[in-house]
């Protein structure tokens, strides 16, 4: 069974910065290229960033584009988010999930993690 | 950036038919997917590649794209159906993937 958990999340002051985390287990991480959406409180879904199964291609949202790193460590089954100089407008929960295919254009996001709430506030 | 858009909410009642559209300039041309997210809940992917279903979904759940609208129709609506959809496609070189703002379907 495919399972994905993020971790990392919290409240953090404008400015800051937060590591989120994504254990990946059920599948073979190493193949599959990997997402990070997120979703303001009450608002809908925005996606956020991008990273191929080689880590070859990454892309980002141009909210964060400059901002966050998005990163991933194959051997330990892990996706990471490094998000840096934190905006209120970043609050919300921030799903993993994994992408199918490698980008080429019809690929969408077939299994999901639960989340990770993050609050930026002073 | 490619913008897709959706109804805010849409009403139907038990065992009638519910149609939510996602408009977008030759979406057609694109390949569209559909999640649906219940309360406190993760997105679950119902529909992908404009009309297949996942393992476990329930035929109920169908997808089509033609032209500017695409649309995710749920047959014989139950009351565990209600919850927010959200279309997606493949967007331009500055935002990778895009979703539609999100429907509210509301069982009545």
């Known amino acids: 069974e495919v399972q994905l958990v993020e971790s990392g999340g919290g409240l953090v002051e404008p400015g800051g910065s937060l590591r989120l985390s994504c254990a990946a287990s059920?599948?073979?991480?190493?193949?599959?290229?990997m997402t990070w959406v997120r979703q303001a409180p009450g608002k809908g879904l925005e996606w956020v960033s991008a990273i191929s199964s080689g880590s070859s291609y990454i892309y980002y949202g141009d909210s964060v584009k400059g901002r966050f790193t998005v990163s991933r460590d194959n051997a330990k089954s892990s996706l990471y988010l490094q998000m840096n100089s934190l905006r209120a407008e970043d609050t919300g929960i921030y799903y993993c999930?994994?992408?199918?295919?490698?980008?080429?254009?019809?690929?969408?996001?077939?299994?999901w993690g639960q989340g990770t709430l993050v609050t930026v506030s002073s | 950036s490619y913008v897709v858009t959706q109804p805010p909410s849409v009403s139907v009642a038990p065992g009638q038919t519910a149609r939510i559209s996602c408009g977008g300039n030759n979406i057609g041309s694109k390949s569209v997917h559909w999640y649906q997210q219940k309360p406190g809940q993760a997105p679950v992917l119902v529909v992908y590649d404009d009309t297949d279903r996942p393992s476990g979904i329930p035929e109920r759940f169908s997808g089509s794209n033609s032209g500017n609208t695409a649309t995710l129709t749920i047959s014989r609506v139950e009351a565990g159906d209600e919850a927010d959809y959200y279309c997606q496609v493949w967007g331009t070189t500055s935002d990778r993937w895009v979703f539609g703002g999100g429907t509210k379907l509301t069982v009545l």
């Open positions: 059920g599948f073979t991480l190493s193949s599959s290229s």
């Open positions: 999930a994994r992408v199918t295919g490698q980008f080429g254009g019809d690929d969408y996001f077939d299994h």
